[in-house]
């Protein structure tokens, strides 16, 4: 007889996170970003240059293992820009391309850059390609967001239709017009998270290229913020919930 030994917790859900790259990478963002955040702080506080370093050490630690974790993504982004060209939609395959072109252009410099820190090879304009990296990355951003704002519109019009159609006297009619209505609700829900997301996420590049001038404070928070709205999505994603 076979006795099977376990947790006392259903820790499943969680293996399933952590064996993706992209649950991996929203871990290590968070705690990248919340590390920044503390160092701001904790220098404001009057910590001990020691303590404030350790907490920069960290975030520098976590964000060139990211770097590593991201290296080859551009061949993935090109492909899927090749695989937007089918989309009927002209607006939106105009900016699912550029989205995707931009975030391959920006994983393709953040690779030199993870090169340069690794200290694998040591490139002279490194500076260069980092405002490089985070103009793709505000790019890829700001494509998404307006593809946000487009869907949002296109979200719109077909609820307004489908609320039209609760009018109709066959129940039957009625009856696909609310189910129409309850996913449209769902998908809104989504796509306002994602422009949310989208809204927090572009401040951070602004701010690296010059665009705005937030403190290390405020950017560790939104980095933080963001990462765990990015990992709620990715939990449901891969747990189904």
């Given at each position: 007889m076979t006795t099977t030994v376990g947790l006392p917790i259903n820790v499943q859900p969680w293996l399933r996170f952590t064996a993706t790259t992209v649950g991996?990478?929203?871990i290590y963002r968070a705690v990248q970003y919340f590390s920044r955040f503390l160092a701001w702080y904790l220098l404001r506080q009057g910590a001990t240059k020691e303590t404030v370093a350790r907490f920069n050490?960290?975030?520098k630690t976590l964000g060139l293992s990211r770097k590593l974790m991201r290296f080859g993504k551009p061949v993935e982004h090109l492909e899927n820009a090749a695989r937007a060209t089918v989309i009927k939609d002209e607006f939106l395959k105009f900016c699912t391309i550029g989205k995707q072109l931009a975030y391959a252009g920006y994983l393709t410099f953040d690779g030199i850059i993870f090169i340069d820190g690794a200290g694998a090879y040591k490139f002279q304009n490194i500076k260069k390609y980092g405002e490089y990296a985070s103009k793709f990355w505000l790019a890829g951003i700001v494509f998404g967001f307006i593809t946000g704002l487009y869907k949002t519109r296109q979200i719109h019009i077909r609820r307004e239709s489908a609320v039209r159609g609760l009018a109709h006297s066959s129940e039957a009619e009625k009856s696909e017009a609310r189910n129409d209505?309850?996913?449209l609700a769902k998908e809104?829900?989504?796509v306002s998270k994602q422009l949310l997301q989208d809204g927090l996420d572009m401040?951070?590049?602004a701010t690296g290229l010059g665009y705005l001038n937030l403190d290390d404070g405020a950017i560790?928070?939104?980095g933080t913020a963001t990462a765990i709205m990015?990992?709620?999505?990715q939990w449901r994603k891969v747990n189904k919930a």
């Open positions: 991996r990478d929203k050490s960290l975030k209505v309850k996913a809104q829900h989504s401040l951070i590049p560790g928070l939104i990015g990992a709620q999505t």
